[in-house]
């Protein structure tokens, strides 16, 4: 997780948030950080509260913390959990702050969710070992989880998911 009071800025390559910016203005993005590559960019932001794919390009040089220890971008890993504020300045250049880096929160976007679907993919992650904090979010059809990484990997409980029946949605990578 980034420490609180450092931010890193850097350059992006940004489309589809939610918000159109203005010079001067900025808005703040929640969610899952999706595969490199994907859409034939570095990264995308898999956006909390709206299953919107926020396309980002991050500097190469990038470095974050994250669990008290300063990695490069390259090497932060899908699924992971990031808040970052976007910035227009009056040249009309996007820049982002990365607030938030952390590996042991994640979203997953559904296609729908029932509210049978929805308490039953939160009973299946409630009783996972290491899960700590399921919450739904109703109208984007998201759940976002608080884990343990020690004990549960992102990809694990996506498997768990999947291997469950759940269908996850296209931001889901």
């Given at each position: 997780?980034?420490?609180?009071?450092?931010?890193?800025?850097?350059?992006?390559?940004?489309?589809?948030?939610?918000t159109i910016l203005m010079a001067g203005e900025s808005t703040t993005v929640k969610g899952a950080l999706g595969?490199?590559?994907?859409?034939?960019?570095?990264?995308?932001i898999c956006e909390l509260?709206?299953?919107?794919?926020?396309?980002?390009?991050?500097?190469e040089d990038l470095k974050v913390n994250?669990?008290?220890?300063?990695?490069?971008?390259?090497?932060?890993?899908e699924g992971w959990y990031i808040e970052a504020t976007f910035?227009?300045?009056?040249?009309?250049?996007?820049?982002?702050?990365v607030n938030r880096i952390?590996?042991?929160?994640?979203?997953?976007?559904?296609?729908?969710?029932t509210v049978e679907s929805a308490g039953q993919v939160k009973q299946l992650l409630n009783n996972t070992p290491g899960v700590k904090t399921v919450r739904e979010y109703k109208s984007s059809s998201q759940i976002f989880?608080?884990?343990?990484?020690?004990?549960?990997?992102?990809l694990q409980l996506r498997e768990k998911l999947t291997e469950a029946g759940f269908q996850l949605g296209k931001t889901a990578l």
């Open positions: 997780m980034l420490k609180s009071g450092k931010k890193l800025i850097l350059f992006v390559l940004i489309t589809g948030i939610s595969n490199k590559g994907r859409l034939g960019l570095s990264y995308v509260g709206s299953q919107k794919c926020v396309p980002v390009t991050f500097d994250v669990d008290g220890k300063l990695i490069s971008i390259e090497n932060c890993k910035k227009q300045d009056a040249d009309g250049k996007t820049t982002v702050e952390d590996p042991g929160k994640t979203v997953f976007c559904f296609p729908e969710l989880v608080d884990f343990d990484t020690s004990r549960i990997s992102y």
